[in-house]
């Protein structure tokens, strides 16, 4: 299988889930510069499609970059902007360009960059809708990892991270075929 084969079932999924697409349209109202809902969003829709579970869309994680303005309060100005464009989702907005204080990293370039530290590589992935109606996919690790039923360590940060989040998610109840690779 091709990465464009990858890439266009990702799209597919999301676009035939209507509550994952009207979260993107109402993102998109706010059109913040580098932005992407990720993680989750994305990884945990696979691994429904993978293991036929219907999970259901528990948080939204939001992320843009922009340096210009890296407060905590901004995000949470844009989550009450969500939230009343869309009540009943469970958004969570997080400028990346802040993010790298948090987690002791060096300076991220750009939302993609700030993906690529986070501790699975499954949960490397966003999507964004564009004003021209089309989904963008932004990955940072081969879309085929995305579909081989693992949950897999990302060595750019910490084991023990990985190990903390694999105790305190419940994924392995949710998809129990799940196999955790470190």
């Known amino acids: 299988m091709t990465s464009e084969f990858y890439k266009e079932k990702i799209l597919s999924l999301i676009k035939s889930d209507s509550q994952r697409m009207d979260a993107l349209t109402s993102l998109r109202t706010l059109n913040l510069p580098d932005c992407y809902i990720a993680a989750g969003f994305v990884r945990n829709l696979i691994w ?7 999970s259901s869309l528990n948080d939204i994680d939001v992320i843009y970059f922009c340096p210009r303005d890296i407060s905590e309060q901004r995000d949470k100005k844009l989550e009450e902007q969500l939230s009343e464009i869309e009540p009943s989702l469970p958004w969570s907005v997080k400028n990346q360009a802040r993010m790298h204080i948090k987690n002791g990293d060096r300076p991220y370039k750009n939302s993609l960059d700030a993906m690529s530290y986070w501790p699975e590589k499954q949960t490397c992935i966003g999507v964004r809708l564009n004003h021209n109606d089309e989904l963008i996919l932004a990955h940072c690790f ?38 955790i690779e470190d």
């Open 142 to 179: 081969s879309l085929s990892e995305q579909f081989n039923g693992k949950i897999t360590f990302n060595p750019k940060r910490n084991i023990q991270v990985f190990r903390n989040r694999i105790s305190r998610k419940t994924w392995l109840k949710t998809w129990p075929d799940l196999v």
């Open 48 to 54: 429904d499609y993978l293991f036929s579970v219907k």
